[in-house]
């Protein structure tokens, strides 16, 4: 029977912490300290610290009474950088519209071409790596393939090679650069050099959306036949580049971590069937978005407490998702874990501002557990470091390397590299499974 350590689950506690340790140990210690203070506690100079998973929801429900472009919000730090339009700096009818209009946009058709188009290769890449017994740097390959995304959405050449493609992350990257907890406004320097990256990457959207090419698949295109102006292109670009990508390339590696040091890899490849799950527990444990961040437009009473009108409220997604209350022993990665309805995908946020990208970022993160799955042997980890200055926490190596191949395995394999295949993982159909999410999600939408 595979079975997870109670020692493999501290390895597992202890590398996140050192994950959040290693750039964000104020925050790390605010958070954890303020945990067991109630729902809501007010901090001055930083505001309302949201801890419980159903007040939380119903503040990003909430639209009227808590919005994301109010003074001091993320929304203003992004219009500073990115103009109008960027989807997170907008509210009411005007956000209400434009989602409407963006509500296909990650299709299962679309999702399907993102699979052929770009997921494939870096995925045959990886297993063709780690089969041959290199040591694969999964943070490296996760940039790689964010950047290969980055050029798809843009309508750039898609086999632009790894050079390009690390390049274009690492503008993504820059563009989010962290700003301290009680930052409300960025000063000039940093405008200007925000802003100078996401110009590089507006101008390779501008060729594509001049181009109007009708038979290309990117971004760019689907929002150009939407109808969408070049300037709403530019906003809903900006945070599909930005939060799109920067999540799903920080989330892997950490998932892939607590697979292998709970020991719980074991399982998904002996029931592969777990694939969704082991993603949702994955998003719950490593919780990307940490903190949600909203202004009080009007003074509301939730739960007892009285939020006041002009103050900030960060919602701790970090300490939603481990409330003992809704995730028992929270502590605990179980990949088999049943997360109750009202709080599951809360890491995508809830309401209006539900995540646009959640679709893809199954597709995403399972695309590589895929590849983990049908392997001949576990992968290990070698090597880890921690990455400092990173608007969301998470490694900056996680090398792994194929474990001992089990004998009566290796006997089977005609080909290795076409493991997946040979081993029906593909029967495995996420990205109907996701679609069915959001449908139920979008039926939720702006419903508040
Ligand atoms: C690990 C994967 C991801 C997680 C955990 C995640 C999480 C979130 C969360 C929590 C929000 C709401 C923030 C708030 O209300 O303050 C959000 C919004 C958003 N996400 Fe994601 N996201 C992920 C991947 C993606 C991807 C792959 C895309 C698209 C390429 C994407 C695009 C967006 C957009 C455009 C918004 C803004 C929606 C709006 O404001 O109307 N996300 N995401």
Wanted: hydrophobic fraction near 40%; charged fraction near 25%.
């Amino acid at each position: 029977m595979i079975q997870t350590t109670d020692h493999g689950q501290a390895r597992a506690v202890w590398h996140e912490l050192l994950v959040y340790a290693a750039d964000h140990l104020p925050a790390l210690l605010l958070v954890e300290a303020v945990r067991n203070f109630g729902a809501v506690v007010w901090v001055p100079g930083v505001g309302y610290l949201v801890n419980d998973p159903e007040l939380g929801k119903a503040i990003l429900e909430d639209s009227e009474g808590f919005t994301k472009t109010g003074p001091g919000s993320m929304g203003s730090m992004i219009t500073q950088v990115v103009g109008e339009n960027a989807l997170m700096n907008m509210e009411g009818p005007a956000h209400q519209a434009m989602t409407a209009r963006l509500h296909d946009l990650f299709s299962a058709a679309y999702l399907d071409v993102v699979s052929g188009q770009v997921l494939a290769e870096p995925a045959a890449r990886l297993r063709r790596e780690l089969i041959e017994g290199r040591d694969v740097d999964l943070v490296s390959f996760m940039h790689r393939l964010s950047g290969k995304m980055i050029c798809h959405m843009l309508g750039l050449t898609i086999d632009a090679g790894d050079e390009t493609y690390e390049r274009l992350w690492s503008i993504g990257s820059s563009l989010t650069a962290p700003v301290g907890l009680t930052t409300t406004r960025l000063d000039d320097a940093d405008v200007a050099s925000r802003r100078a990256h996401f110009d590089e990457l507006m101008d390779h959207a501008r060729v594509s959306f001049e181009r109007n090419d009708p038979g290309s698949d990117s971004i760019i295109q689907r929002l150009h036949d939407l109808g969408l102006s070049f300037d709403e292109v530019k906003g809903v670009t900006a945070a599909l580049l930005t939060v799109g990508t920067q999540t799903v390339s920080a989330t892997v590696p950490r998932a892939v971590a607590l697979l292998v040091d709970t020991g719980q890899l074991a399982l998904l490849r002996a029931r592969p069937e777990l694939r969704a799950s082991a993603i949702d527990e994955a998003l719950r444990y490593v919780v990307p978005a940490p903190i949600m961040l909203r202004s009080v437009e009007k003074t509301r009473v939730l739960g007892g407490h009285e939020l006041k009108a002009g103050r900030r409220v960060l919602i701790l997604a970090y300490n939603l998702m481990k409330h003992p209350g809704w995730f028992p022993k929270p502590r605990r990665f179980d990949i088999t874990r049943r997360h109750h309805r009202k709080v599951k995908y809360l890491w995508f946020g809830a309401g209006s501002h539900f995540c646009l990208g959640f679709n893809l970022a199954y597709r995403e993160i399972g695309s590589v557990l895929e590849v983990l799955e049908t392997l001949p042997a576990e992968v290990r980890v070698v090597s880890r470091g921690y990455a400092r200055n990173v608007l969301i926490p998470t490694y900056s190596r996680l090398v792994v390397r194929l474990g001992p191949v089990a004998k009566q395995k290796h006997a089977d394999d005609g080909d290795p590299a076409q493991l997946g295949e040979q081993h029906g993982a593909r029967e495995i159909d996420l990205g109907a499974e996701a679609h069915g999410r959001k449908r139920q999600v979008g039926d939720g939408r702006g419903a508040s």
